[in-house]
């Protein structure tokens, strides 16, 4: 599993280094850093999107969002986006969910750069790819790529095991996707961005 190595191809951060201390728009109003989102010492789950469409999708059927939400804070871990949309967008995401959900925007991609969030080709485009950071404040324990709520919790269960100083356990979810037409049930259909 990625999250025992130390650093992962095109990132410029560490495992034990730091996510920049950048101040971003806030979704509640005043610009904050990845560091202000959490309490001190505390334990967290930055997922990092490029927002191709959402911060992370909204869960297809068989996914149940609110209960694997609901594990991160029985373990006292604080989920929060660090997402491409603008804040107009990522607040009308959150509405569609009805989860609460913290985040930051890097709309102007900032973070992204100052991360260096690895380029993947889909479909002769390239887009970011989405990263999870398990953090003690904003200092990294763990990186994973692909990895958010809906795909490959487990394996972000299993990093939190490590940050816990635990074996990681075996987890086999309840609640799986299930992707019935080939289409994309998660992606958040919105009006074109105005925010530009």
Not at 36 to 48: K, P, R, T
Not at 96 to 121: C, H, M, N, W
Request: with cysteine; net charge negative.
């Amino acid at each position: 599993m990625n999250h025992h190595l130390a650093r992962l191809a095109g990132l410029s951060v560490t495992v034990g280094g730091f996510l920049p201390r950048l101040r971003l728009p806030s979704v509640v109003g005043p610009m904050l850093t990845p560091s202000d989102m959490v309490e001190e010492g505390a334990v967290a789950v930055c997922i990092y999107n490029p927002a191709a469409v959402n911060p992370f999708p909204l869960p297809p059927p068989g996914v149940n969002l609110a209960q694997r939400l609901q594990m991160l804070a029985d373990r006292d871990v604080r989920l929060y986006v660090i997402s491409g949309l603008g804040v107009r967008r990522l607040a009308s995401w959150m509405e569609y969910t009805d989860e609460v959900v913290y985040a930051l925007s890097d709309a102007d991609g900032d973070f992204a750069a100052q991360v260096g969030i690895p380029i993947k080709r889909v479909d002769g485009r390239n887009f970011r790819t989405h990263v999870a950071f398990v953090l003690q404040e904003d200092r990294i324990l763990s990186i994973l790529l692909e990895t958010d709520p809906i795909h490959q919790f487990e394996r972000l269960l299993q990093a939190l095991d490590v940050a816990d100083g635990r074996e990681p356990g075996e987890y086999k979810l309840p609640d799986q996707p299930r992707y019935g037409d080939g289409r994309n049930p998660t992606a958040f259909e919105d009006e074109e961005d105005d925010e530009e």
